[in-house]
């Protein structure tokens, strides 16, 4: 009897330990997850494109997403990392206009290509009002000071890809030599973030036109003299 108890305690520590291994191999291996990703991180994105990052809850972010905390937990990591990536995902997508506009042949185009795309991209139909890079986390608590610097550093990555667009233009003898890059670059950036306080504000897709019309005027008056029309 006394045999019959150990061999059979043998076997069922024996089983456990297969169960517990091959608990550890699913848990390693990683089960598959039952939503998309990718969608969810979109989902991610535009709630704390409308909200900003501390208006944004966990509760928010779940909801918008469609997955428990665990899930979110387990998928994305904490409320600044999903943070982090919602700002990689909209700079990466919806802010490639601001590249192609780098990339227009002369200075002209690339400033009307900024100011226009600007205006065309904030007032798309479906998307929340005003622009992620500036009311995501303009002004923050203590504990949330990591994503307002990282924002900040955002801006200004962003800022220097214009100046140095803007530096090849002046080499070139489309930017008069007594303007500044730095300078010019600053004040693109300060026409564009207002674009995007007014789309906030609720202005509609042809107040914002005009606007970035006027802006556009102005700015090929000061440098080349005439406005394009």
Request: contains cysteine; charged residues 25%; positive net charge.
């Amino acid at each position: 009897m006394v045999a019959y108890f150990v061999v059979n305690l043998s076997f069922q520590n024996c089983v456990k330990s297969r169960m517990n291994d091959s608990t550890t191999a699913e848990v390693r291996m990683g089960r598959p997850r039952g939503f998309d990703e990718d969608a969810a991180l979109e989902a991610a994105m535009r709630v704390f494109w409308q909200k900003s990052y501390e208006g944004t809850s966990i509760a928010d972010l779940t909801e918008a997403m469609g997955i428990n905390r665990s899930s979110l937990y387990a998928a994305f990591g904490d409320k600044e990392t999903i943070f982090r990536r919602a700002m990689e995902r909209y700079r990466e997508g919806r802010m490639t206009y601001i590249r192609q506009a780098l990339a227009q042949p002369s200075l002209r185009e690339v400033v009307a290509g900024l100011i226009h795309g600007t205006a065309e991209f904030l007032s798309t139909p479906g998307n929340p009002r005003g622009c992620l890079s500036i009311q995501g986390a303009l002004a923050c608590s203590t504990d949330a000071e990591p994503v307002k610097l990282a924002m900040i550093d955002w801006r200004k990555s962003g800022e220097a890809a214009l100046k140095k667009r803007l530096q090849q233009a002046q080499s070139e003898g489309e930017l008069p030599a007594e303007i500044q890059p730095a300078d010019f670059a600053r004040y693109l950036s300060s026409v564009m973030a207002g674009l995007g306080v007014q789309a906030a504000n609720g202005s509609t897709r042809a107040e914002l036109r005009r606007v970035a019309a006027i802006a556009l005027r102005c700015i090929e008056t000061a440098l080349w003299g005439s406005a394009t029309g």
